[in-house]
């Protein structure tokens, strides 16, 4: 997992289901500037799978996923507009 200086932004959704947590991760990326890093936090057990496939259909780079306690922490790097 990176560093907290190599996280730009981070997103909170424990407890939050499917689709809230890639939809608040959707939203936050677009917002911010191709490269930066996003750390989101979540859950839903659905997550594991959406995330992943969030990112390859939205041109994201999904840099790690590792458990953080209950939750799992997904590191994604904005790609560029498509």
Do not use: N, S, W
């Amino acid at each position: 997992m990176a560093h907290d200086d190599e996280i730009d932004e981070e997103i909170d959704a424990r407890d939050l289901l499917c689709p809230l947590p890639v939809l608040k991760a959707r939203k936050r990326l677009q917002a911010m500037k191709p490269g930066r890093v996003l750390r989101l936090l979540a859950t839903d057990p659905a997550a594991i799978v959406d995330v992943p496939h969030f990112c390859a259909e939205a041109g994201h780079d999904l840099l790690a996923t590792a458990a953080d306690g209950k939750a799992q922490a997904y590191l994604i790097r904005r790609g560029g507009d498509r």
